[in-house]
């Protein structure tokens, strides 16, 4: 896990009601720069932000897309402290449009280096000139009261793909201490964009991959880690791979997002990097919902290899559950240190997992690192039946179908966040869960909807759509 951050002390935030209007809130108190690994800080207050998409309608647009940011504090994330940021909103590029899904694609970091996180926003439908499904990539800036404006990073090829924005991923490619951004498209390219500024200036440098990604279908996900400890981070590119003939699913690691890579014989429809051996380098954890499966590798000197990779599944010894055709295991993944043992733990969505006789109602499998990796000893379920979770089970909810993991009060545990689309008939609803030496706790969850986020009271505003795969320095 990153931990290059720093944070500043933040008096004020920002809350933005659905109609765009911004109302300033004192801050509780001043606290330190420093942040530990596993947090997204947008408003510099040295607590995580929860950073999450949906679906809604804007200004009568429908499926224009909206973003929630809900700030962390001494007490975790609450629907009273949210902004919520659509392409309508003053200073961001662009302007709501049906079907544009502002956000699709999400990702963190600091790119400009002022101390605040600033959050990437993918549009991969969004119409550009006469491209239909041209796709956009916005950059919106953190500061003291919140994200504050946007900038436009314009496609370098806009004639030779589609769907650019569709996947991203935020990593220090080059070891200069300032972090890149790693751009996907419609075809087998990505892009590597370093120095972003305000004014949308940036080096740009084309990586063309093995992955066969002319649609979305293939080209599965994005993921940075230093994984072989050489001060760069590397890049995972996840998709169909023809290596004989035959394209079978692959994740091609470059390092430093250049050069000659290495296949590992698993797709990854989710990616996450983290430390879960404590061992200093990042390990890459891949999630395979058509398998019901995940596997971590561990980093070392000479970086992924398939000789140190680990797959678990719900039949795994001491998973909880058990594997069942379509369950989804490993839809989403996310990694930070919820016991705060100093070793990353991971959080694996199950969205279409049967809880007792309530089909799809979906769940979360909490996996903790261990000197030896990645393991099942110790594992925990949460789900909306699980004592002291808010709500209750219900069919084709699909808890889990985003997850996060970041320290929302300060703690020095990551906070489990969970989302399920289809709450409140596909209305959307988000979860926080309190990370503790014994693992994720229910003391203190809260859950919110769109509509008690002031976003939408309407059905199909999906929100939890997503959650950035891709944090940063966070």
Avoid: C
């Avoid at 940036?202 to 050489?230: C, M, N, P, W």
């Amino acid at each position: 896990m990153h931990n290059r951050h720093l944070h500043r002390t933040a008096p004020a935030l920002a809350v933005a009601l659905a109609g765009g209007l911004f109302v300033a809130v004192p801050a509780a108190h001043a606290v330190p720069a420093a942040s530990p690994s596993g947090r997204s800080d947008v408003n510099g207050d040295g607590y995580g932000d929860l950073v999450t998409a949906s679906e809604a309608t804007v200004s009568g647009v429908e499926d224009a897309g909206a973003i929630v940011v809900n700030t962390g504090s001494s007490g975790g994330v609450s629907a009273d402290r949210a902004q919520i940021v659509t392409q309508n909103s003053a200073g961001v590029p662009g302007a709501a449009e049906k079907g544009d899904r502002f956000g699709s694609a999400l990702a963190t970091g600091d790119l400009n280096g002022d101390g605040y996180t600033d959050v990437v926003a993918g549009t991969p439908h969004e119409k550009v000139g006469d491209d239909v499904d041209g796709g956009t990539v916005a950059v919106l800036w953190g500061s003291q009261s919140g994200l504050s404006g946007g900038t436009t990073l314009a496609d370098p090829a806009p004639a030779a793909h589609d769907l650019f924005g569709n996947r991203l991923a935020v990593g220090d490619f080059d070891g200069d201490g300032s972090p890149d951004l790693a751009v996907g498209t419609g075809s087998n390219d990505v892009w590597i964009l370093g120095g972003v500024t305000k004014s949308g200036a940036h080096a740009q440098r084309q990586l063309k991959t093995a992955i066969v990604a002319d649609s979305s279908e293939y080209y599965r996900s994005l993921a940075a880690g230093d994984f072989d400890g050489d001060g760069k981070d590397d890049l995972v590119v996840s998709g169909r791979y023809d290596e004989d003939g035959s394209y079978d699913g692959a994740s091609l690691v470059y390092p430093g997002a250049a050069g000659a890579y290495t296949a590992l014989p698993d797709e990854g429809h989710s990616a996450a990097a983290g430390d879960f051996d404590g061992d200093g380098r990042d390990d890459l954890l891949l999630g395979s919902p058509d398998a019901d499966a995940v596997t971590a590798y561990a980093g070392g000197a000479e970086g992924l290899t398939a000789s140190h990779r680990r797959t678990l599944t719900q039949d795994s010894t001491g998973v909880p559950g058990v594997t069942e055709d379509g369950d989804a295991f490993g839809e989403a993944v996310a990694a930070g240190d919820v016991d705060g043992d100093g070793r990353a733990d991971a959080a694996v969505g199950v969205e279409f997992e049967t809880v007792g006789s309530v089909a799809n109602a979906g769940d979360v499998v909490v996996l903790r690192g261990s000197a030896d990796g990645l393991t099942g000893t110790g594992a925990q379920v949460v789900h909306q039946g699980s004592a002291g979770v808010p709500g209750a089970n219900e069919a084709y909810d699909r808890f889990g179908s985003a997850v996060r993991l970041t320290d929302t009060n300060r703690d020095g545990h990551a906070d489990l966040a969970a989302a399920a689309p289809m709450e409140n008939t596909s209305n959307g609803a988000l979860w926080s869960l309190r990370g503790s030496a014994s693992g994720v706790s229910s003391a203190h969850g809260v859950s919110f909807s769109a509509a008690t986020l002031g976003l939408s009271k309407a059905p199909y505003t999906y929100f939890g759509r997503s959650m950035p795969t891709s944090a940063y320095g966070s």
